[in-house]
């Protein structure tokens, strides 16, 4: 059983708006949304929402501080029984705000972003015993240096760490040597590496032994115990694909606590997949 298993997530924490609007703005063009949300968010953000929503007890450990901003975070966290262990408690800046554009006609989004470069927290600033009863831990990469240091001290343990390979970002190598799973997009390209065989081949020389490379809504390709496969994905009518990835590695996060590797990306991928059908990265959870 899930209930009750404590999940850590390391890495951003944002504030999206997210507008749903007919097209896309051309240049100088002024539009009225059809709808819009606002909502906490970040890779790991929204995956301890989802890891939340799938009966766990998930902790975001990020950057936050005391902006008048960081309440409207504050509150949707809460909302979602999501506890923050922050990085910068007396960090007096606004917090990474994302404006995301949704198109009605096919979901597809647009994103403009200020990720956590400029917000970057030290090992020192960890709370002590943020591991202690913890039975997963997912890095994002966006908190380098502490989630370097949470994954080592994860792996020391026997915790499992899952990597959110969204993107390369400098000093990933140095967090994935720590990583159980590892689940990446198609965009995700470690130094010199041209195509996805060549990010297996770089993940596993690090010793990463489970490794899955999602692209939408085409097929997951996966290696593990020197196998590879693929899992479909369901065939949906796309209404936002916002955060679908982030919904991803939350659920695999809950699932791979309680099935093998390969039935937890399945599981992973249906619940990405039915947020899909719902604007925004919350909606789906309130419709049964």
């Known amino acids: ?19 749903l609007v007919e097209h896309f703005p051309t240049s100088n063009q002024k539009m009225v949304a059809s709808d819009y ?3 906490a968010g970040g890779p790991a ?16 450990l990020g950057v936050l501080g005391k902006h008048a901003i960081t309440h409207l975070i504050l509150t949707d966290l809460q909302r979602m029984g999501v506890a923050i262990a922050d990085l910068a408690p007396d960090h007096l800046e606004s917090p990474a705000v994302s404006s995301i554009i949704v198109t009605e006609a096919t979901g597809e989004r647009a994103v403009i972003s200020i990720n956590a470069v400029n917000h970057q927290a030290t090992e020192g600033a960890i709370p002590k015993d943020c591991l202690q009863d913890v039975a997963v831990v997912l890095v994002d990469g966006h908190q380098m240096e502490a989630g370097q240091a949470i994954a080592q001290q994860a792996k020391s343990q ?7 390979g969204g993107s390369w970002k400098p000093g990933f190598d140095a967090v994935l040597q720590f990583a159980d799973y590892a689940i990446c997009s198609a965009n995700f390209h470690p130094p010199g590496c041209k195509g996805i065989e060549d990010t297996v081949d770089y993940l596993t020389h690090l010793g990463v032994s489970h490794i899955a490379i999602t692209c939408g809504e085409q097929p997951i390709r996966y ?8 899992i479909e994905v369901p065939r949906i009518k796309a209404v936002d694909t916002s955060g679908a990835g982030d919904i991803f590695h939350g659920t695999f996060c809950s699932a791979i606590l309680q099935e093998d590797f390969v039935d937890a990306l399945s599981s992973a991928a249906r619940v990405a997949t039915r947020s899909c059908q719902f604007f925004g990265t919350r909606r789906w959870m309130d419709e049964q």
């Open 158 to 164: 026997g915790i499992p760490v899952v990597i959110d």
């Open 223 to 230: 290696w593990h115990h020197n196998q590879m496969g693929w």
């Open 1 to 19: 059983m899930l209930e009750g298993k404590r999940g850590l997530f390391v890495g951003l924490v944002t504030l999206d708006l997210v507008y």
């Open 45 to 60: 953000t929204n995956a301890a929402v989802a890891f939340n929503y799938m009966n766990g007890q998930a902790t975001i």
């Open 37 to 39: 949300t606002v909502s």
